[in-house]
């Protein structure tokens, strides 16, 4: 087992775990193949359907022999094998926590049916009441805080829904992006991380791919085991990991900025959906906002100041590094004319 701690390991998940056979992860984060074709190094992702509910239930067994007794397991799977996921967690006598669904933009195209936008992300703990939920560090501003500046808010904010809609998928442009078929984005893996982990906790992932929740968990500070059969994914993880840097310990925190904390001012800013310009115009909002920020990278003994955040905040939106909260469109300028544009000379006709 200590041969895991920290490694990206080149194996098949099962017959690595089952050969560890007793408990050392607090927090397993799957996301399997979802069997739909896509093309992966090592791996067939289109196989018969029984047989990958067989080997659902036969990988969950695995990971469940490795999990410790008060450590939670999230799995990411698609709608056509959502139920099997849930069925073989309830034979493995796992307690369904929530069903979350994530939601994007720009789902898949399709011109008989409406346009895949989500991915089902289930969340079970292996002992109903004692599991590590972290809630204060992923709380957000409330509409009553927002809003309604109402007196009764909870100063400490709400939990987020269990749709979450403010993590895009990693798309071509991402600086985060590796050319992996289906990367996860890094934010909605912290968001996990942070809540149902502690620092120095061991974070599993079953199913490593380019490494996203290894490289998260190692900037989070928890100790990261990851596993794939692809030995050209393994090999990516690795260099990724190479490549990243833990958080700032507090009291070396005089750096000032740096990419990673401008990656975690991004994702705080849209999770907490206040624009920049409401932001701008409200004190309290920013003071709120600032304390979020600060408790999340740690910074207790130099705090940045609320005039600090907001002005990175405007200065990323400037240079394009922030982009619109969802459900804020960004203004542009008005249209010339309603026509449509005539298709330029040599222009090939898509449609
Ligand atoms: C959906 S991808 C994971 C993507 C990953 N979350 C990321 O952000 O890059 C699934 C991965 O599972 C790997 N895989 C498939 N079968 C496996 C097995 N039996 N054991 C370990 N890895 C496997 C594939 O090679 C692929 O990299």
Not at 169 to 187: A, D, N, W, Y
Not at 266 to 278: A, D, G, I, R, S
Request: net charge positive; proline share 5%; hydrophobic share 35%.
């Amino acid at each position: 087992m200590e041969g895991l701690r920290n490694e990206i390991k080149l194996g098949d998940c099962i017959e690595v775990l089952s050969k560890i056979g007793e408990p050392f992860a607090d927090l397993i984060l799957a996301d399997p193949p979802f069997n739909i074709g896509y093309k992966y190094d090592k791996y067939h992702d289109k196989v018969d359907k029984k047989n990958f509910a067989a080997w659902t239930k036969d990988w969950m067994a695995a990971c469940n022999l490795v999990l410790k007794p008060q450590g939670s397991f999230y799995i990411a799977i698609g709608d056509e094998h959502v139920a099997d996921v849930k069925v073989a967690a309830d034979e493995l006598g796992l307690e369904m926590r929530n069903w979350i669904i994530w939601h994007y933009a720009f789902g898949q195209q399709m011109k008989n049916k409406f346009a895949r936008s989500h991915t089902h992300i289930l969340y079970f703990v292996k002992d109903k009441s004692d599991f590590i939920f972290n809630d204060d560090s992923v709380r957000v501003i409330s509409d009553r805080q927002k809003k309604y500046q109402d007196k009764r808010a909870n100063p400490e904010g709400k939990m987020p829904d269990d749709v979450w809609d403010e993590y895009p998928r990693v798309c071509g442009t991402f600086k985060e992006r590796t050319g992996f078929p289906c990367q996860m984005p890094e934010s909605i893996l912290a968001r996990i991380i942070r809540v149902s982990s502690n620092k120095e906790n061991w974070v599993l992932d079953p199913f490593s791919g380019s490494g996203t929740t290894a490289v998260t968990a190692h900037k989070l500070n928890r100790v990261y085991t990851g596993i794939d059969i692809s030995e050209e994914y393994v090999k990516e993880a690795e260099r990724r990991i190479r490549e990243c840097k833990g958080l700032p310990i507090e009291g070396e925190s005089k750096q000032g900025w740096n990419e990673h904390l401008e990656a975690e001012l991004k994702w705080l800013y849209h999770e907490n959906k206040v624009p920049t310009e409401q932001l701008d115009a409200d004190s309290f909002l920013l003071t709120l906002f600032s304390e979020k920020f600060n408790t999340r990278v740690r910074k207790t003994r130099n705090p940045f100041q609320p005039r600090e955040i907001r002005d990175r905040l405007i200065q990323m939106r400037k240079s394009a590094k922030l982009g619109p909260l969802r459900g804020h469109s960004i203004p542009r300028k008005p249209r010339k004319s309603h026509t449509r544009r005539k298709p330029l000379e040599n222009e090939v006709a898509t449609k």
